[in-house]
């Protein structure tokens, strides 16, 4: 069994005080998610998304950001897509609040958010269902998203149906398909620093506007 209790890491990399933070938060994402690209790293959009079901349960999974949708002069929203029939799509209808997680370790910082969903129009989801590649559009279709399966075989004899059904055609959006977007009312940026010390600025959305605030590491 491995010694997890041994496991540590020290973090140096950078800090984030107050003096180079901006008074709204949208600047700053921009500012580390593009330093995430730049880094090279794997998926700097993939973001783990925690839900609650009917019985208060969490859960968790990862999803990619497709976009940020401008819901006023300086406020944005986070996008992405899924099966609404899964059981993410399920939650969210029962109870829209999540929270999102984005990790980029290389560069020792993560940023949470939490905010309620709002589904796309279908002209949304349309539009960016046809920009999908072919195989992932098909698979739309041949996967019964959160459902037990019989096994793989299974899953390729649906795929092989799909395909064959819209050979020589655009393969249209499953109705139970779509998108939402994340309507957010806090966001915390998090910057690993040594001895556990870390810079933890939170940014909570009120009526009059944003407001940041420290947290204690």
Excluded at 53 to 79: C, F, I, N, Y
Excluded at 95 to 118: D, I, K, M, S
Aim: proline share 7%; glycine share 8%.
């Amino acid at each position: 069994m491995p010694d997890y209790e041994d496991l540590r890491v020290s973090y140096s990399r950078d800090e984030l005080d107050e003096t180079s933070a901006p008074a709204a938060p949208w600047e700053l994402f921009d500012r580390w998610f593009d330093a995430a690209q730049g880094a090279g790293l794997p998926e700097p959009n993939a973001m783990t998304l925690a839900t609650v079901d009917g019985r208060g349960r969490p859960h968790v999974r990862t999803v990619l950001l497709k976009g940020m949708e401008q819901v006023g002069p300086s406020d944005r929203a986070p996008v992405f897509y899924s099966n609404r029939r899964s059981d993410k799509g399920s939650q969210l209808a029962g109870n829209p609040a999540c929270a999102l997680l984005f990790t980029w370790l290389q560069l020792e910082r993560q940023v949470r958010l939490e905010g309620t969903v709002t589904e796309l129009s279908e002209e949304r989801s349309d539009a960016y269902f046809a920009s999908r590649p072919r195989g992932s559009q098909l698979g739309a279709w041949a996967s019964p998203q959160s459902q037990v399966v019989m096994g793989r075989e299974d899953l390729e004899r649906r795929y092989a149906a799909v395909e064959q059904r819209y050979a020589g055609q655009p393969v249209p959006r499953p109705a139970y398909w779509g998108g939402w977007r994340v309507d957010v009312a806090c966001i915390e940026f998090w910057q690993g620093r040594g001895s556990r010390m870390h810079d933890r600025l939170r940014y909570r959305h009120e009526a009059d506007g944003w407001h940041r605030e420290r947290l204690g590491p």
